[in-house]
């Protein structure tokens, strides 16, 4: 069976520049959350989604949305890139919102704004 | 706010040495406790998850503790080997599927 999957692996974007990175949860799955992880750090809390509802937002600009999809696969989207955005993107999925419920993280996707 | 500490940031051992790695939180109002392991550039990968009631679990030559009345768990690591290099990090889960990391310790087996 296929773990959390996301696309791409890498990306290169300019300061001002607009980002859609992907996420496809593990099958069954259906919470999708994001994190950022800068370079030396933890991961941050981005979003959470269930069932297509925004169920969590972490302290992240306007700049920073998502959705998620009837076949709960999820997009990150990033608008007017700054240098700071330049981290790991990581996506977990879970089963749902139960409490206690185990979250599995995909490779991630390493984006740099130059 | 959650706060998630891990002590050491980093560390270096021989081979065949038993080890502990240390993650404190602020809030003891957590469900449960996630350890991760990391290698460098990628993503995580899950090793063991304590729930809030429980006091410890194992995996293999894993085995992990909570204390959540003190605000904290322990890795302990037995018979490390040179593969088990890599970045830990633990996370607390506080909101319905919302986890706090710490900025983790990174370790070195060294053969």
């Known amino acids: 069976d296929a773990g959390v999957t996301q696309s791409p692996t890498h990306l290169i974007k300019t300061r001002g520049q607009h980002v859609t990175l992907r996420c496809s949860p593990i099958?069954?799955?259906?919470?999708v959350s994001w994190y950022q992880q800068v370079l030396g750090q933890g991961p941050q809390f981005i979003f959470q989604y269930y069932e297509k509802e925004e169920r969590g937002r972490g302290n992240f600009p306007d700049r920073f949305s998502a959705r998620q999809f009837p076949n709960y696969s999820s997009e990150l989207n990033v608008n007017a890139l700054l240098l700071g955005d330049s981290a790991l993107y990581l996506c977990?999925?879970?089963?749902?919102?139960?409490?206690?419920?185990?979250?599995?993280f995909g490779p991630g996707t390493r984006l740099t704004v130059l | 706010k959650q706060e998630v500490t891990q002590i050491p940031a980093a560390l270096s051992v021989p081979e065949g040495e038993n080890l502990v790695l240390n993650c404190s939180f602020t809030d003891s109002a957590i469900y449960n406790l996630q350890w991760f392991r990391q290698d460098p550039g990628k993503g995580l990968t899950s090793l063991l998850l304590i729930q809030s009631s429980q006091r410890e679990q194992t995996s293999g030559r894993l085995n992990a503790s909570l204390d959540k009345s003190s605000g904290r768990s322990t890795l302990y690591i037995a018979a490390s080997q040179p593969g088990d290099s890599a970045t830990y990090l633990c996370?607390?889960?506080?909101?319905?599927?919302?986890?706090?990391f710490g900025t983790g310790t990174r370790l070195t087996v060294i053969p």
């Open positions: 099958s069954g799955h259906k919470s």
């Open positions: 977990a999925s879970s089963v749902g919102l139960a409490i206690g419920n185990e979250q599995f």
């Open positions: 996370a607390a889960q506080t909101g319905a599927n919302n986890l706090f």
